[in-house]
T-cell receptor, first 111, second 111 residues
Framework: DSGVTQTPKHLITATGQRVTLRCSPR?????VYWYQQSLDQGLQFLIQYYNGEERAKGNILERFSAQQFPDLHSELNLSSLELGDSALYFC??????????FGEGSRLTVL | QQPVQSPQAVILREGEDAVINCSSS?????VHWYRQKHGEAPVFLMI?????EQKGHEKISASFNEKKQQSSLYLTASQLSYSGTYFC????????????FGTGTRLKVLA
């Protein structure tokens, strides 16, 4: 158990819909990262927050947005969903650079 | 641009050794290695810093050549439990600091 909690674990929705993925980091970790992993592919960096502020942004689509709240939990919002958005979305947290602790992921299926 | 790992995939027998390489086109300040077992989240293995400091894990060790912008992961006397996909990770400095992962290497250990 990494200490990072992601909900929901599985999500099935239709094209054009909007979903919200939630992440609770390990206690004490200020950094939260979001990654997208398509079937049997690598980990694509989406966005990172540090103590409530956006720190870095990767190849995150304009249809996607995220935020980190004062209690440090984070949410990733995906809207106008397309079939290609189907993937495993991981949240990770860290207290120092590089030692990331990952949640179990949220598997999104867009039909 | 993400670091490139080689080989893309490797199959071993229990007890055999393997080397996984991670090469970057940009300067590497530190490298981290993760293992992701099928259907699970990536798990941090080790960190390598400039100057050669490293932390090992079980029978897995790694090296970091700053000049060549390359890191190598050495798996000695592989065990069935070593099967999974290995990713190197690094912080990329390009305006902001993005934590990105390499292309991944699939390792399968057979009995």
């Amino acid at each position: 158990d990494s200490g990072v909690t992601q909900t929901p674990k599985h999500l099935i929705t239709a094209t054009g819909q909007r979903v919200t993925l939630r992440c609770s980091p390990r206690s004490g970790d200020l950094s939260v990262y979001w990654y997208q992993q398509s079937l049997d592919q690598g980990l694509q960096f989406l966005i990172q927050y540090y103590n409530g502020e956006e720190r870095a942004k990767g190849n995150i689509l304009e249809r996607f947005s995220a935020q980190q709240f004062p209690d440090l939990h984070s949410e990733l919002n995906l809207s106008s969903l397309e079939l290609g958005d189907s993937a495993l979305y991981f949240c990770a947290s860290s207290v120092s650079v590089g030692e990331l602790f990952f949640g179990e992921g949220s598997r999104l299926t867009v039909l | 641009q993400q670091p490139v790992q080689s080989p893309q995939a490797v199959i071993l027998r229990e007890g055999e050794d393997a080397v996984i390489n991670c090469s970057s086109s940009k300067a590497l300040y530190s490298v981290h290695w993760y293992r992701q077992k099928h259907g699970e989240a990536p798990v941090f293995l080790m960190i390598l810093l400039k100057g050669g400091e490293q932390k090992g894990h079980e029978k897995i060790s790694a090296s970091f050549n700053e000049k060549k912008q390359q890191s190598s992961l050495y798996l000695t006397a592989s065990q069935l439990s070593y099967s999974g996909t290995y990713f190197c990770g690094t912080e990329r400095h390009s305006g902001t600091y993005k934590y990105i992962f390499g292309t991944g290497t699939r390792l399968k250990v057979l009995a």
